[in-house]
Each structure stands twice: as structure tokens, then as C-alpha cells.
């Protein structure tokens, strides 16, 4: 499913204009990408949890020249599904 196809979805469900759906669905992503942002964890209970991890400086080797390379710290989104999610797959 494509954006647009979920903005479709959305507008069919709760009963609202196309537009007013994308509105909806761009200012969700928003305030979830400010707080993660923020090092907020973000807990939609029955959805699931997205939180912020941190991942540690590290050496690598590059598969090409097998040479060793320094990958450096980083932080990363995560999503853990809540228990209704996974229940329904």
C-alpha cells in the first residue's frame, strides 16, 4: 500500500474528503518524525511503540576490497508492533 492508496483508505473510514485525510495523515507523520526527533518514544496503544536507538561506533570490513572501515554512531527509528497488530497478521 502506497500513500495514496492509505489516504484512500483513510478518507473511506472515517467519512471525510480525500484532502482532509492527506491533511490528517502528513500532520500524523509530522508529529511522529518531531518527537522521535526529540528522543521521544511515541506509544499507540494496540499499534505499537516507535522509539529512538542508538547504534555504537563500529569497525567494519567493506565486502569489496575487504579492507576495514570505521562505521560511525548513529541513531535509528524503531517500531515494536503492539499486541492487536500482531494478533491480526
Given amino acids: 500500500m502506497n500513500k495514496t492508496e492509505l489516504v484512500e483508505k483513510i478518507a473511506a473510514g472515517a467519512g471525510i474528503s480525500k484532502v482532509d485525510a492527506k491533511k490528517a495523515l502528513d500532520a500524523t507523520v509530522v508529529a511522529i518524525k ?9 506509544a499507540l496503544v494496540g499499534f505499537g511503540t516507535f522509539s529512538v536507538s542508538e547504534r ?5 570490513i567493506n565486502p569489496l576490497t575487504k579492507q576495514k572501515i570505521n ?10 508492533a503492539g499486541a492487536e497488530l500482531t494478533a491480526a497478521l
Fill in 34 to 42: 518531531d518527537a522521535l526527533a526529540k528522543g521521544d518514544k511515541i
Fill in 56 to 60: 555504537p561506533a563500529r569497525e567494519g
Fill in 71 to 80: 562505521i560511525a554512531a548513529k541513531k535509528v527509528a524503531k517500531f515494536k
